[in-house]
Nanobody, 126 residues
């Protein structure tokens, strides 16, 4: 079992930047595919980006590609999401999630594929 704790969310102005962090702890016996998701009020949770622990295989949904960067620090076992050029429609609660195994490059980024979730961190852009 793995535990995930997000941090770094806050209120920023349009065009600003934020870096979200997700501390990963618990099960270290296997590799996890780590994902970032977000959910705005009244909307479904949607995928943002994903990366496999310890690998350089980032994937982004079209809406954030070129603005967001996902990374994983193996030494700290921490997942990051660097967000630049933030827009009001980026406002949401951001969640990190983990699923055992590597990320599959051809798989869509869907919440249903992830077994473990953090509690989320709020990002507000105005």
């Amino acid at each position: 079992h793995v535990q995930l704790v997000e941090s770094g969310g806050e209120s920023v102005q349009t065009g600003g930047s934020l870096r979200l962090s997700c501390a990963v702890s618990g099960d270290t016996s296997q590799t996890y595919c780590l994902g970032w998701f977000r959910q705005a009020p009244g909307k479904e949770r949607e995928g943002v980006a994903r990366i496999t622990q310890g690998r350089n295989d980032p994937y982004y949904v079209n809406r954030v590609r070129g603005r967001f960067t996902v990374s994983h620090d193996s030494a700290k076992n921490t997942l990051y999401l660097q967000m630049n050029g933030l827009q009001p429609d980026d406002t949401a609660k951001y969640y990190c999630a983990a699923n055992p195994g590597v990320c599959y490059s051809r798989a869509p980024l869907l919440p249903s594929q992830y077994a473990h979730w953090g509690q989320g961190t709020q990002v507000t852009v105005s």
